[in-house]
């Protein structure tokens, strides 16, 4: 089965940066990295998981997508040679803290509301992301 490792959270100071990954494993046969569409999401506490952002690997990384809270600030990347996709996080806002989770879905279907945490299947176990002075 499709496992997702996040990394890269941390604490840090409002206005700087954070760059968090997710290592992704456990293709099946018939599976790759390509296969998925991947989000990051996140959530503080007693606040709903919100979806930020969710790229489709190849096409030169263009189908991406993005919550407005986060567009200019945030951006995903993939690497389809390390299996792993990446959030850049700038100016990062003490709203910013929160827990963040990766997760994938059958590229097939992401379309359908690539921002909705209900769509996707698969998921990581999160990274905390503090930002505080």
């Known amino acids: 089965e499709v496992q997702l490792v996040e990394s890269g959270g941390g604490l840090v100071q409002p206005g700087e940066s954070l760059r968090l990954a997710c290592r992704i494993s456990?293709?099946?046969?018939?599976?790759?990295?390509?296969?998925?569409?991947y989000a990051w999401f996140r959530q503080s506490p007693g606040k709903e998981r919100e979806g930020l952002t969710c790229?489709?690997?190849?096409?030169?990384?263009?189908?991406?997508y993005y919550d407005e809270s986060v567009r200019g600030r945030f951006t995903p990347t993939a690497d389809g040679a390390k299996n792993t996709v990446y959030l850049q996080m700038n100016s990062l806002k003490p709203e910013d803290t929160a827990v963040y989770y990766c997760?994938?879905?059958?590229?097939?279907?992401?379309?359908?509301?690539?921002?909705?945490?209900?769509?996707?299947?698969?998921w990581g176990r999160g990274t905390q992301v503090t930002v505080s002075s």
């Open positions: 790229i489709a690997p190849g096409n030169d990384n263009r189908d991406v």
């Open positions: 997760a994938a879905v059958d590229r097939r279907y992401y379309y359908t509301a690539p921002l909705s945490p209900q769509l996707y299947d698969y």
């Open positions: 456990g293709f099946s046969s018939g599976e790759a990295f390509g296969t998925f569409a």
